[in-house]
């Protein structure tokens, strides 16, 4: 191959090249993100040991009730991607050391915690920790931003992230075992950090109380705090139904006033009388639901009928459940119960008793006649 000789003391060429123009955003980068922003998670059945820890009771409620779904950005998700790669890698450098971990990836161990709560251990050393050989320990592995890792290295995870020390200390509840190795990364200089953790009996049984407490109770629990500016409410995903709207927009079973959790781990059907209902089923309901009176900002009437609620929307008496002309079902509500409520919206259903309130538009814009 030929190369390019210049003389000493020559600068190095410069080349004009014509850059490929380029639209305001970055449509590549746009369209991954877009398409993991459009993946659906599935609500996890149980109440997680890793949200037992969180800071609000009625967070915890809602998202045992599938009434609030966290939505996360493309690069959000994406970031979550990175965390779970990570997992095998810590695994593999784990083991590299000499640890003999067990139950990791694909095998992990299923932790039930009673009732409805339980979860799963990203995996159990039986020996080769340094400095505690022979002990065996849960291993939980978590990925940081550089700012959180910083703070991780100033105090302790207890003090720094105590939903992770939560979740291990019902982890070695669940499993019996006495110490915790906690291992975290930091995703911007891939430092490591780990700390053991020692079994706390009372905090677990503390825990489990609340877990007990919180996915059996029948009414919403009161919120953290009723001020919608205040940091931990102002970034939570419940936000806008605690200090704005507060109706659920999803239905399924867990939103339905019919459903019950009961204490064995199951949930309870009234409408159709079954002490059962299979998890697949949950996640859709079915046409006979009823929005639960907690999950909607009207106030509630007695209905006279014990498949159907009756909530007065602007003063109004608008029926919900299995829907027909005169009732209304729970998406219409979701959609619109303003609408539902209006004497439109009513003399339509009479005399189509089909239709149904599907989208509410701004109608104060009404296009011009035409002669």
């Given at each position: 191959?030929?190369?390019?000789?210049?003389?000493?003391?020559?600068?190095?060429?410069?080349?004009?090249?014509?850059?490929?123009?380029?639209?305001?955003?970055d449509r590549v980068a746009e369209a991954i993100d877009a398409y993991h922003e459009a993946k659906s998670d599935v609500a996890r059945p149980?109440?997680?040991?890793?949200?037992?820890?969180?800071?609000?009771?009625?967070?915890?409620?809602?998202?045992?009730?599938?009434?609030?779904?966290?939505?996360?950005?493309?690069?959000?998700?994406?970031?979550?991607?990175?965390?779970?790669?990570?997992?095998?890698?810590?695994?593999?450098?784990?083991?590299?050391?000499?640890?003999?971990?067990?139950?990791?990836?694909?095998?992990?161990?299923?932790?039930?915690?009673?009732?409805?709560?339980?979860?799963?251990?990203?995996?159990?050393?039986?020996?080769?920790?340094?400095?505690?050989?022979?002990?065996?320990?849960?291993?939980?592995?978590?990925?940081?931003?550089?700012?959180?890792?910083?703070?991780?290295?100033?105090?302790?995870?207890?003090?720094?992230?105590?939903?992770?020390?939560?979740?291990?200390?019902?982890?070695?509840?669940?499993?019996?075992?006495?110490?915790?190795?906690?291992?975290?990364?930091?995703?911007?200089?891939?430092?490591?950090?780990?700390?053991?953790?020692?079994?706390?009996?009372?905090?677990?049984?503390?825990?489990?109380?609340?877990?007990?407490?919180?996915?059996?109770?029948?009414?919403?629990?009161?919120?953290?705090?009723?001020?919608?500016?205040?940091?931990?409410?102002?970034?939570?995903?419940?936000?806008?139904?605690?200090?704005?709207?507060r109706l659920t927009q999803e239905v399924n079973c867990r939103t339905c006033a019919h459903s019950t959790p009961t204490d064995d781990g199951?949930?309870?059907?009234?409408?159709?009388?079954?002490?059962?209902?299979?998890?697949?089923?949950?996640?859709?309901?079915?046409?006979?639901?009823?929005?639960?009176?907690?999950?909607?900002?009207?106030?509630?009437?007695?209905?006279?009928?014990?498949?159907?609620?009756?909530?007065?929307?602007?003063?109004?008496?608008?029926?919900?459940?299995?829907?027909?002309?005169?009732?209304?079902?729970?998406?219409?509500?979701?959609?619109?119960?303003?609408?539902?409520?209006?004497?439109?919206?009513?003399?339509?259903?009479?005399?189509?008793?089909?239709?149904?309130?599907?989208?509410?538009?701004?109608?104060?814009?009404?296009?011009?006649?035409?002669?």
């Amino acid at each position: 191959m030929g190369k390019i000789e210049r003389e000493a003391g020559a600068k190095a060429p410069v080349f004009d090249m014509a850059k490929i123009s380029q639209q305001p955003t970055d449509r590549v980068a746009e369209a991954i993100d877009a398409y993991h922003e459009a993946k659906s998670d599935v609500a996890r059945p149980h109440l997680g040991a890793s949200i037992l820890g969180h800071h609000c009771d009625r967070w915890i409620w809602l998202s045992f009730r599938w009434a609030v779904r966290e939505k996360f950005p493309g690069r959000i998700r994406r970031l979550f991607r990175r965390g779970h790669k990570e997992e095998n890698v810590i695994t593999d450098d784990l083991r590299a050391i000499g640890l003999d971990l067990r139950h990791t990836g694909y095998d992990q161990q299923v932790v039930e915690l009673g009732g409805h709560m339980g979860g799963s251990v990203d995996g159990i050393i039986e020996s080769g920790v340094p400095g505690a050989e022979t002990a065996r320990h849960i291993v939980e592995y978590k990925t940081h931003a550089l700012k959180s890792f910083e703070d991780l290295l100033k105090t302790c995870v207890l003090d720094s992230k105590p939903m992770h020390w939560c979740q291990m200390q019902l982890y070695m509840h669940g499993l019996g075992i006495e110490r915790a190795l906690y291992v975290a990364v930091c995703k911007n200089d891939d430092r490591i950090y780990t700390e053991r953790v020692r079994y706390d009996p009372a905090s677990a049984e503390k825990l489990l109380d609340r877990g007990r407490r919180i996915s059996t109770a029948e009414r919403i629990p009161d919120p953290i705090s009723t001020n919608p500016s205040w940091w931990k409410c102002k970034f939570c995903a419940a936000h806008s139904f605690c200090h704005e709207r507060r109706l659920t927009q999803e239905v399924n079973c867990r939103t339905c006033a019919h459903s019950t959790p009961t204490d064995d781990g199951k949930w309870g059907c009234a409408r159709w009388k079954v002490d059962h209902v299979e998890v697949e089923h949950q996640r859709t309901g079915c046409h006979a639901h009823v929005l639960h009176p907690d999950m909607v900002p009207w106030p509630i009437k007695d209905s006279g009928d014990s498949n159907e609620a009756v909530y007065e929307i602007d003063g109004v008496d608008v029926r919900n459940g299995e829907a027909d002309a005169f009732t209304f079902a729970s998406q219409e509500l979701i959609a619109g119960g303003e609408a539902c409520a209006s004497q439109e919206v009513g003399e339509v259903r009479r005399v189509f008793p089909g239709a149904k309130v599907k989208e509410v538009r701004d109608a104060t814009r009404l296009p011009a006649e035409s002669n």
